[in-house]
């Protein structure tokens, strides 16, 4: 069964720094998100992106992140300069109608 | 207006036991109430889901009850066994806004053996 996969499973980053959390959704889908999972919280909506560009995006998402397709099957989330709260699990889905897939997760932790 | 509210925070199950799990929404432009399952250090993994034209969806020993009117869904899990243990999110999303989810606030359930 086809599957929605993420690299890294962790990353450990130093406040201030990048990160690239890479998404390999599934491949005839066509809506692609990111989620993130605060501990013990409930998932919250970060972006959404269909057709090479940004369809919707939360107050969350702001100009310290970016998202990206660069070749057609990767879906990437950047970072630019990690804080402290953005310590949490951050999911890659995506869909073709309406039922998303969710990948296992990037646990990022930002010292 | 966006919220998706969810109780009980956690639930006790007995083996064989039923649980239910309530989530209420504020807007009526949602059209689709998907449920997820969500084990330790795993993504969310769809359940089941619903859309407002029906009162009723059952899946094996998962039940999702709809009332528009009160704005309010359910999911039963009948026969509960502690494979069922894991955490419960409750979700809403609407076609014309990319489908982003809007996820309550979850539910620990466990299932003793």
């Known amino acids: 069964e086809p599957e929605v996969t993420q690299t890294p499973s962790h990353q450990v980053t130093q406040m201030g720094q990048e990160v690239i959390l890479r998404c390999v959704p599934i491949?005839?889908?066509?809506?692609f998100y990111w989620y993130r999972q605060i501990l013990g919280q409930k998932v919250e909506f970060l972006v959404s992106f269909y057709n090479n560009e940004i369809s919707e995006k939360s107050e969350i998402f702001d100009d310290q992140f970016s998202v990206e397709r660069p070749d057609g099957s990767n879906f990437t989330l950047k970072i630019r300069s990690t804080k402290l709260e953005d310590s949490a699990m951050y999911f890659c889905?995506?869909?073709?109608?309406?039922?998303?897939?969710f990948g296992p997760g990037t646990r990022l932790l930002v010292l | 207006q966006q919220q998706v509210k969810q109780s009980p925070q956690s639930l006790i199950v007995q083996k064989g036991g039923i649980s239910i799990i309530n989530c209420a929404y504020e807007n009526t432009a949602f059209d689709y109430f998907p449920w997820y399952q969500q084990f330790p250090g795993k993504g969310p993994a769809l359940l089941i889901a619903i859309r407002p034209d029906v009162s009723e969806k059952k899946e094996g020993r998962f039940t999702i009850s709809f009332n528009k009117s009160a704005k309010q869904f359910s999911l039963h899990i009948m026969d509960s066994q502690p494979g069922d243990s894991a955490t419960y999110f409750c979700a809403a999303s609407r076609m014309d806004s990319s489908y982003k989810l809007i996820f309550g606030s979850g539910t620990r359930l466990l299932v003793r053996p």
């Open positions: 889905a995506s869909d073709l109608q309406e039922t998303q897939y």
């Open positions: 491949s005839n889908h066509l809506y």
